[in-house]
């Protein structure tokens, strides 16, 4: 479904550029390894970078109880979290012009904090196969105190933009003739060779899952 944008929610400065199709939030939403959360903490704005993670239409956030961003989501506030993947640099003639492509999104929504502990267990694993797919069922499941360290707020994918940029720069029609280097440098999020724990056990080998390993990418088309 695509839900009409709020109107805090519509890209107001080049809004060619907007979309609000779920299913191009939800892909810069799984490709993105971080979000930042901005919040009001006593009177004052603060962003803090973290780890998301969505789950159909809830979007995770874990921490530990005494972090500031989660204890704020226990008083009902709300909160925009953006997320943002850089996909190159487009270089103009001009500076003015000069800009990025990239995919990012806004959301805004009021953390819930999640009590049930069945709930609780598949943010875990939400969260987990987010940063590495295949890893839930390769690694030791939480324990008690694990869980009771750890809390996990949820926020409903209510009120979302994205704004997607993607092409060559686009320089002033006099300036094309001008002898200088304009294009893109594509830019993206690369893997390099995993390095094994030192303290690995011996025979163990690098599983199937994170050989490869890659976030998941937009058709260029977007
Ligand atoms: C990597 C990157 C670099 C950028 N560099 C610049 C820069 O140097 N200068 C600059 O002015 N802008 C830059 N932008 C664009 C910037 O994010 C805003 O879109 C821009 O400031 C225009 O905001 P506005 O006043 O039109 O909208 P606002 O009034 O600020 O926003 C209205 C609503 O539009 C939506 N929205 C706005 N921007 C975005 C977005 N990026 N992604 C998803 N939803 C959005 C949100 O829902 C927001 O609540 C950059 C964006 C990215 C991703």
């Not at 939403?29 to 973290?50: K, M, S």
Request: hydrophobic letters at 35%; glycine letters at 6%; aromatic letters at 6%.
């Amino acid at each position: 479904m695509t839900p009409a944008p709020s109107d805090r929610t519509t890209v107001r400065r080049l809004p060619e550029r907007g979309v609000y199709e779920r299913d191009v939030i939800d892909a810069i939403l799984d490709e993105a390894l971080i979000c930042h959360v901005g919040f009001v903490h006593d009177g004052a704005p603060v962003v803090i970078p973290t780890i998301h993670a969505r789950s159909g239409d809830t979007l995770y956030l874990h921490g530990s109880p005494a972090s500031r961003m989660l204890r704020s989501m226990r008083r009902d506030d709300e909160v925009c979290v953006t997320v943002t993947l850089v996909d190159g640099i487009a270089l103009a003639r001009a500076p003015f012009h000069s800009s990025m492509n990239y995919r990012s999104v806004v959301l805004f929504g009021t953390p819930r904090i999640v009590d049930d502990p069945e709930e609780k267990r598949e943010a875990f694993r939400v969260l987990t196969e987010h940063v590495t797919p295949g890893r839930w069922d390769d690694s030791r499941r939480p324990n008690d105190k694990e869980e009771r360290a750890t809390l996990v707020a949820a926020i409903a994918i209510t009120e979302a933009s994205a704004k997607v940029r993607t092409g060559p720069p686009e320089d002033d029609d006099e300036d094309y003739e001008l002898p200088l280097w304009a294009g893109v440098i594509p830019l993206a999020v690369t893997a390099g060779e995993p390095i094994p724990d030192p303290r690995l056990r011996k025979g163990v080998s690098l599983p199937e899952y994170l050989v490869g390993y890659a976030r998941r990418h937009l058709p260029s088309d977007v």
